[in-house]
């Protein structure tokens, strides 16, 4: 149950082929999620925002603010790639992040106008990509390895809905 609880959509798993298709498919889920997570949680209270999506997990408020910090990264991580030679990017403390006031107290409408106009951003610029701009790469030094474009933008669409699923799920055992 635990596991369900902390991926509600299962792990991420990498296609054996990064077609267009499911290029297009994951940019698409990149450009709605905004959308998708203001429809869940505009109507929510304070209360219920402060309601962590399982035992020692983040409150819905946190998910919200951190997908706006993560995708923020994505954004910045690309350009890089696309700018300079596999650059090694920047580590941050994710966990550490989510406990500040700006995650833990502020309202909502702020991050979720932020996702709005990045992710337009986001997927405007994936779908401006050239096969050889999706090959391009960064350094991951937590991991010590190497991500490709291609791959972000398949990990990014599958982490927003993952989020996304935290507060659904969440919102049904609640019966909200």
């Given at each position: 149950m635990e596991d369900q609880l902390r991926y509600p959509i299962g792990k991420f798993k990498a296609p054996e082929t990064y077609t267009s298709d499911y290029l297009s498919e994951r940019i698409q889920a990149i450009a709605?999620?905004?959308?998708?997570?203001?429809?869940?949680?505009?109507?929510?209270?304070d209360e219920q925002l402060d309601t962590p999506y399982r035992d020692g997990g983040w409150t819905i408020r946190q998910v919200v603010h951190h997908c706006a910090d993560s995708h923020m990264n994505c954004f910045i991580r690309i350009k890089w790639a696309l700018t300079e030679d596999n650059p090694t990017i920047?580590?941050?403390f994710e966990d550490r992040w989510?406990?500040?006031?700006?995650?833990?107290t502020m309202p909502v409408a702020p991050s979720l106008a932020f996702l709005e106009g990045l992710h337009f951003r986001l997927a405007?610029?994936?779908?401006s990509l050239s096969a050889t701009d999706l090959e391009k790469s960064?350094?991951?030094p937590e991991h010590n390895a190497s991500f490709k474009i291609k791959e972000i933008i398949g990990t990014?669409?599958?982490h927003g809905?993952?989020?996304l699923?935290?507060?659904?799920?969440?919102?049904?055992r609640k019966g909200w």
């Open positions: 709605q999620f905004p959308e998708l997570l203001k429809n869940e949680v505009m109507h929510l209270t920047k580590f941050y989510g406990d500040m006031a700006d995650n833990v405007y610029l994936m779908k960064f350094i991951h990014y669409a599958w809905l993952h989020h699923a935290h507060i659904t799920e969440l919102k049904k």
